[in-house]
Nanobody, 115 residues
Framework: QVQVVESGRGLVQAGGSLRLSCAAS????????VGWYRQTPGKQRELVAS???????NYQDSVKGRFTISRVNADNTVYLQMTNLQPEDSGEYYCSVLHASGFYWGQGTQVTVSS
C-alpha cells in the first residue's frame, strides 16, 4: 500500500500563484507516473498535469504556460507550481501515483481562486 499526501491548499486572488506538493511513502524512483487532477462539484475528476519516471510531462491545454509539474528527487516530492491562477482553476486537487503495486490517490487539497 502506498500512501500519498498532498499539501499546499490555499485561497488566492486571480493572477496569484500557489505551489502544491505531493509526497509518497515509496521511493520516487519506483513511481511510474505522478498526476495532478482537479475536481469541482458535479464534475468528473480531470487530469491537469502529469510527469513520468522519465520526466516526460503532460498538461491540460487550459493550464499550459501557467502550471509547471516537476520532481525533486532529494525531497521525494512532485510539485505543481501554479501561476496566473484564474477562478476556473478552483477545485479540489488530487495527486495520483502509479506504482508497480497499483494506482493510488491522495486525500486532496483545496485551491480557491477569487476574482
Amino acid at each position: 500500500q502506498v500512501q500519498v499526501v498532498e499539501s499546499g491548499r490555499g485561497l488566492v486572488q486571480a493572477g496569484g500563484s500557489l505551489r502544491l506538493s505531493c509526497a509518497a511513502s515509496v521511493s520516487i524512483f519506483h513511481i511510474h507516473v505522478v498526476g495532478w487532477y482537479r475536481q469541482t462539484p458535479g464534475k468528473q475528476r480531470e487530469l491537469v498535469a502529469s510527469i513520468t519516471n522519465g520526466l516526460v510531462t503532460n498538461y491540460q491545454d487550459s493550464v499550459k504556460g501557467r502550471f509547471t509539474i516537476s520532481r525533486v528527487n532529494a525531497d521525494n516530492t512532485v510539485y505543481l507550481q501554479m501561476t496566473n491562477l484564474q477562478p476556473e482553476d478552483s477545485g479540489e486537487y488530487y495527486c495520483s501515483v502509479l506504482h508497480a503495486s497499483g494506482f493510488y490517490w491522495g486525500q486532496g487539497t483545496q485551491v480557491t481562486v477569487s476574482s
